[in-house]
């Protein structure tokens, strides 16, 4: 993506966050009226897709509606029940949405080395992936990348830090 491109989109989602009233949307993008649990894994709201205030089919929508991110053990790359319940949301979302395309990131928190945490993510983002593969999305549709520890959620140095850390997150590409 161009600069530019990024620029404006990163100023639409500033302008649709400073708008007013409650989107549903909470803090830590996982659904809207969703919940964050003790150990970083966030829960979606109830209600159809396309229902808040963001475009249907947008990144926006996704984050609102649906839930953009999981969330993984320490260690760990295998999927939750709480993992597989966003996923089955985004699933279908991608179902109404075919001409949407999604990147998958997979993140680590900051223990372990560079390269340790690289490869821990891209099993996490491909674990990701395969979960919506296997739930009828085209694999040509997804697109995975690993960042490791490079881009904390969360940079402080705690437990809650870590947990939220350690995580996959879908956006729109």
Request: glycine share 12%.
């Amino acid at each position: 993506m161009k600069a530019s491109t990024i620029s404006c989109l990163a100023a639409a989602a500033m302008l649709a966050a400073c708008s007013s009233g409650n989107t549903g949307a909470n803090s830590t993008g996982s659904g809207a009226g969703g919940t964050m649990g003790a150990n970083g894994t966030g829960t979606a709201g109830a209600g159809a897709y396309g229902s808040g205030h963001a475009a249907p089919g947008s990144e926006e929508d996704l984050v609102q509606n649906v839930g953009d991110r999981i969330y993984f053990a320490t260690d760990r790359s295998s999927l939750d029940d709480q993992a597989r319940a966003t996923l089955d949301r985004q699933a279908g979302w991608l179902q109404q949405y075919p001409a949407v395309n999604i990147w998958v990131a997979g993140n680590c928190d900051e223990r372990g080395t560079e390269e340790y945490n690289l490869a821990l993510g891209q099993r996490r983002a491909n674990a990701d992936r395969d979960y919506l593969v296997a739930h009828g999305i085209a694999q040509s549709r997804i697109e995975t990348i690993s960042y490791g520890k490079a881009r904390p959620v969360d940079a402080g140095a705690s437990p809650d830090a870590w947990a939220k850390n350690r995580n996959a997150i879908t956006s729109v590409r």
